[in-house]
């Protein structure tokens, strides 16, 4: 079946750096890639939806210039978290959609510290 | 507006009884319908899902799940829970424009199960 993987699964940073958060869909092309952040024992939340070569479409209330998102191919999609601090550690999960299909990435742990 | 509704926060079952998660939406028309599970950690795996005909839908890990349109309603159920069925449950719903549309996502409901 359809695999998208997810890089790094779990990730600590200091505050004020960045970090990128990979997600390739192996085997299919995803069309529309999704990003959410996921708070514990909490629902996803969803903060972007980006289609190949287009501009990221942001939830309101997502900084669009914190979370940088890049959807260069129709395998690859990247998040960066820009200067990222304490409050955006986070559960963050991708999510490949074509034609009606969501597969997610097995999601990646951010913590800042 | 358009919600997603797991109104059961957290249920506890015995191993081998049987299992019913509710799922209530509010949409327009009605929409494609998903349920995923959660293990702790991990991303999201794809029980079953409804698109159209036979309302009644079987899925992976002996999962299967009911579409009734007069109450709005995806109830997913299950007849034996092992114990590896310990995780989250969410009920999530996208538009029926044929396109991948952002899936809506309900609370969740933690299912555990005692030995």
């Known amino acids: 079946g359809a695999v998208v993987s997810q890089h790094p699964s779990w990730v600590i940073c200091k505050s004020g750096t960045s970090v990128k958060i990979e997600c390739r869909s192996l085997?299919?092309?995803?069309?529309?890639m999704f990003w959410y952040r996921q708070f514990p024992k909490q629902s996803l939340m969803l903060m972007a939806t980006s289609n190949e070569g287009s501009k990221a479409t942001y939830e309101q209330g997502v900084e669009k210039d914190k979370f940088l998102i890049n959807h260069a191919s129709l395998t690859l999609s990247t998040l960066t978290v820009t200067s990222a601090h304490p409050e955006d550690s986070s559960f963050y999960i991708c999510?490949?959609?074509?034609?009606?299909?969501?597969?997610f990435g097995s999601g990646t742990r951010l913590t800042v510290v | 507006a358009q919600s997603v509704t797991q109104p059961d926060i957290h249920i506890t079952v015995s191993e081998g009884a049987s299992l019913e998660l509710r799922c209530n939406y509010s949409?327009?028309?009605?929409?494609?319908l998903f349920w995923y599970v959660q293990s702790p950690g991990q991303g999201l795996q794809l029980l079953l899902k409804y698109f159209s005909g036979d309302t009644l839908v079987q899925g992976i890990k002996g999962f299967e799940a009911e579409f009734k349109r007069s109450q709005s309603s995806f109830n997913l159920r299950k007849p034996s829970v092992h114990w590896s069925d310990a995780a989250e449950y969410f009920c999530a719903v996208v538009p029926n424009t044929g396109t991948a549309s952002k899936l809506t996502f309900g609370t969740g409901t933690r299912l555990q199960v005692t030995l």
């Open positions: 999510s490949a959609g074509s034609l009606l299909s969501y597969t």
């Open positions: 949409y327009g028309a009605t929409p494609y």
């Open positions: 085997d299919f092309q995803a069309t529309t």
